[in-house]
Antibody
Framework: QVQLQESGPGLVKPSQTLSLTCTVS??????????WSWIRQPPGKGLEWIGYIYYSGSTYYNPSLKSRVTISVDTSKNQFSLKLSSVTAADTAVYYCARAPPWELLLFDYWGQGTLVTVSS | EIVLTQSPGTLSLSPGERATLSCRASQSVSSSYLAWYQQKPGQAPRLLIYGASSRATGIPDRFSGSGSGTDFTLTISRLEPEDFAVYYCQQYGSSTGTFGQGTKVEIK
C-alpha cells in the first residue's frame, strides 16, 4: 500500500522560503500512474490545494499562489518537493502531500499525515 | 472559482442516528465531480465519496452521497462512534479543486 510522508523544517521566518519534501513508498512516482499534489490547511480552517506535478516534471499551480510556488520531482529518490517563497504568518498551516489519478487530477485518494509549518520570527 | 458552502457548521447527534450533510456550490459542478472527505483530529483527510455518489475503496455502505448541479448531500445512515469527525466536500471539476469549509459531526 502506498504511503506518503512529508518532511522539512517546522519553523520558517517571515520573508524566507518554506521547503518541504514528500517521500513516496509502496509505489513509484516514475510509473506515471498518478499526479502528486501539495495541499495545506491553516489551523482551524479549511483545505487549499497548492499545486501538482507529474513524473515528467509537468506542473500546475493554484493561481492564488502561483507567483510564489515551485514544485519539483526527484524520481531517483521517489520524492517530490514544495518551495513557497516570501512567506508570511498567513502561510502557517499543516502541509499535506497527496496523490491523484491522471483521469481525476484533483481527486486525492491517498494523503500523507501532514506536517505543521509555522511562520514566525 | 467555485465556492462550496457546507451546512450545518456543526451537527450534534447520537450514535445510531442518521446524519445528513449539505454542500452547495456557487455554480454547477461539472459531471458531478464532487467528493467527500472525512478528517479526524490530527489525521489526514480520507476520501469517502467521489463522483457525487460512488464510495471509495473500503468505505462502509452506511456512507452515501447524492446530488447534482449545485446541491449535494452526504448521508450517514447510522452513526458509529468512529464517524464523529469533520467532513469536507470538494469539487474537482474545475482547475483548482476547491473545498468547503467543513461540517463537524459531534456526539450529542
Amino acid at each position: 500500500q502506498v504511503q506518503l510522508q512529508e518532511s522539512g523544517p517546522g519553523l520558517v521566518k517571515p520573508s524566507q522560503t518554506l521547503s518541504l519534501t514528500c517521500t513516496v513508498s509502496g509505489g513509484s512516482i516514475s510509473s506515471g500512474d498518478y499526479y502528486w499534489s501539495w495541499i495545506r490547511q491553516p489551523p482551524g480552517k479549511g483545505l487549499e490545494w497548492i499545486g501538482y506535478i507529474y513524473y515528467s516534471g509537468s506542473t500546475y499551480y493554484n493561481p492564488s499562489l502561483k507567483s510564489r510556488v515551485t514544485i519539483s520531482v526527484d524520481t531517483s529518490k521517489n520524492q517530490f518537493s514544495l518551495k513557497l517563497s516570501s512567506v508570511t504568518a498567513a502561510d502557517t498551516a499543516v502541509y499535506y502531500c497527496a496523490r491523484a489519478p491522471p483521469w481525476e487530477l484533483l481527486l486525492f485518494d491517498y494523503w500523507g499525515q501532514g506536517t505543521l509549518v509555522t511562520v514566525s520570527s | 472559482e467555485i465556492v462550496l458552502t457546507q451546512s450545518p457548521g456543526t451537527l450534534s447527534l447520537s450514535p445510531g442516528e442518521r446524519a445528513t450533510l449539505s454542500c452547495r456550490a456557487s455554480q454547477s459542478v461539472s459531471s458531478s465531480y464532487l467528493a467527500w472527505y472525512q478528517q479526524k483530529p490530527g489525521q489526514a483527510p480520507r476520501l469517502l465519496i467521489y463522483g457525487a455518489s460512488s464510495r471509495a475503496t473500503g468505505i462502509p455502505d452506511r456512507f452515501s452521497g447524492s446530488g447534482s448541479g449545485t446541491d449535494f448531500t452526504l448521508t450517514i445512515s447510522r452513526l458509529e462512534p468512529e464517524d464523529f469527525a469533520v467532513y469536507y466536500c470538494q469539487q474537482y471539476g474545475s482547475s483548482t479543486g476547491t473545498f468547503g469549509q467543513g461540517t463537524k459531526v459531534e456526539i450529542k
